[in-house]
C-alpha cells in the first residue's frame, strides 16, 4: 500500500450523470455531472508496450488512473481532472475498472480522454 499511496499525487473529481428524477432549483432536470468524490489518484498515459497492448484489445484506452478501493464507482462516470497549471479540465471516459488482485486496496480506472 505504501507504493501505492507514494504515487497518489492528482486530485480528481469522479462525477457521474444526473438520475432521471433529480432537478435544479427551478424543478428543471439537471444537465451536467453529479460530484460523487474527490480523492487522490495518479493518472498513467499509457505508452509503449503498454499502449500496443491496449490498442490489440480495446482501441479507446488511452490512460490508466489509479484510486483507493471505492464501492461506489462504476462505468458509466467520468474523471475531472485540472492541472495546476492548466486553464482548463481535462475529462476522462471510464471504459474499464480493474480491481487488482481483489485486495480492495486499489482501483484501477482504464479510461480514454475526452476531447
Known amino acids: 500500500m505504501t507504493a ?3 504515487r497518489l499525487d492528482k486530485r480528481i473529481a ?6 432521471p428524477d433529480e432537478t435544479d432549483e427551478y424543478g ?3 444537465d451536467n455531472p453529479v460530484e460523487v468524490c474527490t480523492v487522490w489518484a495518479a493518472i498513467e498515459p499509457l505508452r ?5 497492448a491496449a490498442l490489440a484489445e480495446h ?3 488511452t490512460t490508466r488512473i489509479r484510486i483507493r478501493y471505492r464501492e461506489d464507482i462504476d462505468r458509466t462516470m467520468i474523471v475531472r481532472y485540472k492541472d495546476p497549471g492548466d486553464p482548463e479540465f481535462r475529462e476522462f471516459e471510464i471504459l474499464h475498472i480493474i480491481h487488482p488482485e481483489f485486495r ?3 482501483l484501477q480506472l482504464m479510461c480514454k480522454e475526452r476531447q
Not at 509503449?48 to 500496443?52: D, F, L, M
Open 4 to 6: 501505492l499511496v507514494n
Open 14 to 19: 469522479i462525477l457521474r450523470p444526473p438520475g
Open 28 to 30: 428543471q432536470p439537471l
Open 48 to 52: 509503449g508496450r503498454e499502449y500496443t
Open 59 to 61: 482501441a479507446e484506452v
Open 104 to 106: 480492495r486496496r486499489e
